[in-house]
């Protein structure tokens, strides 16, 4: 399973990280000083529950370069859900998986506007989490369930 994870932030790079933590396939789409330390350094999750790294973490620079996704962990800031779904739009297949983990509502719906031929489901996630500095995610509270 091709498992990819846009939006890089607290929850993505958390659950990205555990995603990739007992090797699974999974791939981070990363930009900036994160794209940097990512490639560098790996991912270096801090939790209550344990620290641990992926190193080295897959990471790609752009929604382009995203092969024959199965899985997409969606968890972008809102204002960006848009034009992030217009990127995902020729990368995706019938049987790509769609999972928003986003704070809001319908982000599910606006996402299917664009990506009209993937599965796209809404999530929730129970964490408290944040990504202190590139490639450098700390949790400090929350179930860490989704």
Known sequence: MKIYIVGVGGVG???????AKPNLDVTFVARGENY??????GLIV????????????????????IKSPDLIIFSVKTYDTEE??????????????????????????????????AQVYPGVF?????????GIIE???GSRKL
């Open 126 to 134: 129970y964490i408290i989490t944040a990504k202190t500095s590139p």
């Open 13 to 19: 790079g958390y659950f990205g990280g555990m995603l």
């Open 84 to 117: 992030v779904a217009r990127q995902l739009a020729p990368v995706v297949n019938e049987n790509t998986i769609i999972l928003t983990f986003q704070n809001g509502v319908d982000n599910d719906t606006q996402i299917k506007k664009f990506v009209g031929n």
């Open 46 to 65: 801090k939790s209550v529950a344990g620290n641990f790294e992926v190193k080295p973490a897959q990471v790609i620079k752009n929604i382009s370069e």
């Open 36 to 41: 940097e330390a990512l490639k560098e350094n």
């Open 139 to 141: 949790q400090t509270g």
